[in-house]
Structure formats: C-alpha cells, structure tokens
C-alpha cells in the first residue's frame, strides 16, 4: 500500500474518487451479509480507529472493479466463486492497514480539516460544468452512484490524511543506494573460448547395437495413421444449360441474388452466377444419390490408402473422426462435391526395423557425439588455446563467433550463473570452451531509470514491511465481523 502511495502520490486522491464513482448502477455490494457481535455497523477495530460495514463494501467493490477490468471472464463469477476468493478479506486487509495509517496520524497530531477537504472535491472535473465546480452537478452524480455525500467526503478525507503521513517517509533512494543496487549488474568478464564440433567425433555405430536399441525402444516408432478411402468426386456439367432452366432456378432462388442495396439483381447481370449455381446444385444432388448407394453398398469403388489426408482441412479433420464403415456426406470440393467412404483405419502400428533404421541411426549418433563432446572437452579445458570473444555481460544480446544469438545467451547465461573462471556447455551440435581471464564492473547499463525505479520499489518494500511490523504491534485489531475472523 505504502508502495503505492509513495510512487503514485499525486494521483492519490483523484484514484479513490474515481473509485468512488466507478459504482456506476451497481449500488453497494453485499448489503447485510455480514454477522456482528460487536461494534454496531463496524467491522472491525483498528487501535482507535472503525472500520465500517459501509468501507468494506466499498473497498470490496473496489476490489471487485479492479479484477473485472484485468482479468477475462472474472464478471462471470458467481457470489460462491468470489467468496472462495477471499476478497473480503483482501479488502479487509487493505483497510486495516489504512487505518494504522490513520492511527498514526493521530498519535502525531496530523489531521484533514472541512475546508481542504471542500478544496479537493472543488478541483476535481468531474464535479465542475465550464470549469467551475457545480454544487448541483456534485450531488447528482453522488446520487446517482448510490453514494451519500458524507461517505464520498469521508474518503476524500482519508485519501488526503494518507498524503499526509506518506509524506512523511523515506521517498527515494540516496546515491549510495542506487549505486548499490546496480553495482552487479554493471559486471562483465572478458573470456576466450574454443568451439568443439559433433561432426569430427569419430563414431561408428555396428548393426547390432541398432538393431538391440530398436528392440528396447520399438514402441516408441510407429508408423503415422493410415486411411483406406472410397472416393468418388462429382463434378458439374460442363454443358451450358438452357436459358429457361436458368430463369426457372433464378426465380426460384431469389434471395441468393439481393443486392448490397437490398435490391433483386436483374438476371442478365447474375446469369455467370445464376449458371455456375445452378450447375453446383444439379452436381450436389448427383453427389446425394451416389452417397445413398455408396451407403447402401450398391456402388463400389476403387479405393486408395494414404497417410498424408489431402483435402481441405475441413474435409481432413471429418475423415479423422470417421468410423471404418461410415460414408461422409456430400462435401463441396474444389469445383464440385466428394462422396467418400472410409473402408479402414490403421494406427498405432509400429515401424519394422528396416524403417525406423535411419532414426535409430540418428538418435545413437546424437547420444554418441554428446557423449564425444563432454569428454573432449573435458581433456582440453586446461590447457586449450582459445579465440577471445571480448566482454560480456548479463546484458548481451547478439551472436558470438559461430554462435547464433540463442546459443550465445545460453553460453553468457551459463557463464554468469556459474563461480568458476573456466568450464564448457555442450549444446545441440557443438560444445564450447571458455575460460575468464579478466573481470571488471565497467558495463555500461542501458536501462538506469528503470534500475533506480526498482530500487527505490524495493527500498519501499522494505520500510513497508518494517513499517506495517511495528503499527500491528502498536495498534492491536479486533474484528466484529464473524465471516472474516480467522
């Protein structure tokens, strides 16, 4: 909260009216739900200060606001969902911490009067009509937003007595601090490296150990699916029909030739359509009677089996979700329609060793040459003479050498992550020797603002924690509210 309020200061005030108003139509949340034993309409107790039943709602439909506008599907949440959340208690949580806020304004003597919290609400634009605040306006709105003027004025009160005591802490770093802080990452090492290749191990592999790796892993090659089809592709006439048939059609198929207008187009102006639609209607119904005997087993056809489906992606995805037996219905399929039949379906079947030899092959290879690459390299890093490579740091972005930028971030990151001046990583096809010969902290950073921002964040973190630690043990809490009670 402290966090917040510190990097966010100026927009303090103006964020919780917002908040204020963003109620729009809902009205308050939960009215009545919660059980209390003690305290009246209050929740809780916060050393000397209330919180009431009406600040948790609000708070809660803050809450509420917030993770509907970044979170997708959250307003679809139900009142069990949300409680299952635990957002009461969020928003319970953030509330006591205000108040040790408020409490410690108290202690020192800090206080809001009327007449700033009446300067505030007057500079706000929500509330002013040609630039100059409207009493009238101010009320409407509340209303509108089911909130009560003393409520709204309330929370302005609070938002500017936070100002206040937030004003009173740490607010930045000192040099010192920031220098600290990026001292690390300004490290670089300078190194030499030499790149070994998976081509120059000298491997041989016999048939037997091929043949006694494919017998270990057989189930792991399998042969892709394979679809024995039935197909018959019906095509449209080539004849051009007569004009009366097309003017029979086109009456009879109107609403096919509306305009963008709304307008019927005349026939003379469609009848390329009007034919080329007529033509793909005669084929389709051809298509149905060939699917009806084709289903009935009164068509046979000559048949094809493939791996590799080659229709549309549509017609493919049907064909895989078809039964051995079942006959797909009339598709439309390039110019014309498609009967098909899928006569049998074979998977799972595993590749004898003739045809799963060259990935066997390749996967001995691989594990033999990573296994070539470690050791060499072992033997040569301390005494290899290498290439130097110039500083690197946390930072580099770019190829090295060979290296392409991925293999070279992988190297740096490896590099950074590891105390010792020499080593080597064995990548994919290569492996690679590196030793540090100097180390210095004169990178120099591209992103300080950044850097200083996440210090300070963190310098915050830090004193909130402290903060928030010596307010709970000087302000004890008692909460009415039987629901939020551990």
């Known amino acids: ?51 009431t039943q009406e600040e948790l709602e609000m708070e809660y439909k803050r809450l509420v606001d917030a993770y ?36 410690l ?88 490296i030499k790149i070994l290749h998976a081509k120059d191990a000298p491997i041989k592999i016999e048939e037997s150990a091929l043949k006694s790796y494919y017998e270990q892993h057989k189930d792991t090659y399998k042969l892709p699916t394979s679809y024995t089809l039935a197909v018959l592709q019906v095509e449209p006439d080539k004849t051009t029909p007569d004009v009366a048939v097309l003017r029979a059609h086109y009456q009879s198929h109107k609403s096919a030739y509306i305009s963008a207008e709304g307008k019927l187009e005349d026939f003379e102006h469609v009848k390329s359509r009007v034919t080329h639609d007529y033509l793909q209607a005669q084929a389709k119904e051809r298509a149905l009677e060939q699917y009806l005997a084709l289903k009935k087993g009164k068509l046979t056809l000559a048949e094809q089996t493939v791996t590799d489906l080659p229709y549309t992606e ?13 006959v797909l219905k009339p598709l439309e399929y390039q110019e014309g329609y498609m009967v098909l039949k899928l006569v049998k379906k074979s998977s799972n079947a595993l590749k004898s060793f003739e045809q799963a030899r060259p990935e066997v092959l390749a996967t001995l290879t691989h594990t033999e040459q990573q296994a070539w690459l470690k050791e060499q390299a072992r033997k040569e890093l301390k005494n290899f003479k290498g290439s130097d490579i110039g500083a690197i740091s946390p930072e580099f972005q770019g190829s090295i050498q060979e290296l392409d930028p991925p293999q070279a971030k992988e190297l740096v990151t490896y590099i950074f992550k590891r105390p010792d001046l020499e080593g080597f990583l064995v990548l994919k096809d290569k492996a690679v020797l590196y030793r540090i010969y100097k180390q210095d902290f004169a990178h120099v950073l591209h992103n300080e603002p950044y850097l200083e921002e996440m210090a300070s964040n963190l310098k915050t973190q830090d004193f909130d924690q402290a903060l928030v630690a010596m307010l709970r043990s000087k302000y004890p809490i008692t909460i009415y509210a039987k629901s939020l009670q551990e």
Do not use: C
């Open 1 to 51: 909260m402290i966090t917040w309020m510190q990097k966010h200061k100026k927009y303090l005030v103006v964020t919780i009216w917002i908040s204020t108003i963003a109620f729009v139509a809902a009205g308050m949340i939960g009215w009545g739900q919660y059980n209390f034993s003690l305290g009246n309409d209050s929740v809780a107790k916060v050393g000397q200060v209330l919180i």
């Open 68 to 103: 509907s506008e970044s979170i997708p599907d959250f307003k679809d949440l139900d009142a069990k969902q949300l409680q299952a959340m635990g957002l009461e208690k969020s928003a319970l949580n953030l509330l006591i911490n205000q108040a040790y806020l408020k409490n």
């Open 105 to 192: 304004a108290l202690d020192l003597g800090v206080g809001v009067s009327n007449a700033e919290i009446i300067a505030e609400i007057q500079k706000s634009k929500m509330f002013q009509k040609d630039g100059r605040f409207d009493e009238s306006l101010y009320k409407q709105l509340l209303q509108q937003n089911h909130y009560r003027p003393s409520a709204f004025e309330d929370n302005v009160r609070n938002a500017l007595l936070v100002q206040k005591i937030s004003a009173l802490f740490p607010k930045a770093t000192t040099p010192l601090e920031r220098n600290a802080f990026a001292y690390p990452l300004k490290i670089q090492d300078r190194a030499v």
């Open 314 to 326: 549509q017609i493919n995805a049907q064909i895989e979700k078809m039964r051995p037996g079942e």
